[in-house]
């Protein structure tokens, strides 16, 4: 079992450009949820996917966007990026109606 | 009232002595307490966790003890050993409003166990 991962593990983006973090879950998951990490502070929670619909979301704006594909992978989409986006992006997966959740080795995103 | 809060910042513990990392939340909704072990430059992993409707839950080393009535939970590390030299994040979820398993994390600890 190979567990989350998460690819690349590491990015170097300018201001404005855009991104895009991939994700394959721990296999027999179905959930995949997405967080950003800032240097020294704990995972915060961006969005969530299940069924290939974005269940819930936390309080990122819109230039956050995401996908899951029939698989179970997802992606994480940043557009127009700003120096405030660098920080780890961590995937977790879950199965739905269970309680723990699992994540992959993040992706260390530095916008410059 | 979505916070967890989280103490101490940071923790020096003598190998073989006793961490205890403490957590406190407000919202009442909350129905499931993990802790999260990260090394530098990888992702959280989970430690062990514990629902409301237990005061306390022992696994090897590690036991999460748990106060509904104060909101607060902690989790101790008995025998700490080098090799724990870690941050700890507890966490909180509300797990019965729908299984989407969103988690709100504490600030971190960051444990230093001095050999």
């Known amino acids: 079992d190979a567990g989350v991962t998460q690819s690349p593990t590491h990015l170097i983006k300018t201001r404005g450009q855009q991104v895009t973090l991939r994700c394959s879950p721990k296999s027999g998951h179905d959930t995949v949820s997405w967080y950003q990490q800032a240097l020294g502070q704990g995972p915060q929670f961006i969005f969530q996917?299940?069924?290939?619909?974005?269940?819930q979301r936390g309080n990122f704006p819109d230039r956050f966007s995401g996908h899951q594909f029939p698989n179970y992978s997802s992606e994480l989409n940043v557009n127009a990026l700003l120096l405030g986006d660098s920080a780890l992006y961590l995937c977790?997966?879950?199965?739905?109606?269970?309680?723990?959740?699992?994540f992959g080795q993040g992706t260390r995103l530095t916008v410059v | 009232q979505q916070q967890v809060k989280q103490s101490p910042q940071s923790l020096i513990v003598q190998k073989g002595g006793i961490s205890i990392i403490n957590c406190a939340y407000e919202n009442t909704a909350f129905d499931y307490f993990p802790w999260y072990q990260q090394f530098p430059g990888k992702g959280p992993a989970l430690l062990i966790a514990i629902r409301p409707d237990v005061s306390e839950k022992k696994e090897g080393r590690f036991t999460i003890s748990f106060n509904k009535s104060a909101k607060q939970f902690s989790l101790h590390i008995m025998d700490s050993q080098p090799g724990d030299s870690a941050t700890y994040f507890c966490?909180?979820?509300?797990?019965?409003?729908?299984?989407?398993?969103?988690?709100?994390f504490g600030t971190g600890t960051l444990l230093a166990v001095q050999p």
């Open positions: 977790a997966s879950s199965l739905q109606g269970y309680t723990e959740a699992f």
């Open positions: 966490a909180a979820s509300n797990i019965g409003g729908g299984a989407t398993n969103k988690l709100i």
């Open positions: 996917y299940y069924e290939e619909e974005e269940r």
